[in-house]
């Protein structure tokens, strides 16, 4: 199963979502738009390691994390 860890997305994907029978169509087209949206589904054991990686503003995930911010909440669009 995967976790998508965060930022909740009113009417797409909540925060600490699991799936464990594949990825919703609606999440996987918004994932098309914004590459790194894809990026915060994480294996179960690994959730904790990118929450802290986003809590502290470090690594790979804290970028994907300002990503998707940008994109859904900001409006500035593209592919991120």
């Known amino acids: 199963p995967l976790m998508y860890i965060e ?34 589904l994480v294996p179960i054991d690994k959730v904790a390691e990118k929450t802290r990686e986003i809590q502290k503003g470090i690594g790979a995930t804290s970028v994907f994390y300002q990503r998707v911010c940008a994109y859904f909440f900001e409006k500035q669009g593209g592919k991120n």
């Open 7 to 40: 930022p909740t997305i009113p009417g797409l994907v909540a925060t600490a979502t699991v799936f464990n029978n594949g990825i919703p169509e609606t999440f996987t087209a918004k994932a098309q738009e914004c590459l790194s949206l894809s990026e915060l």
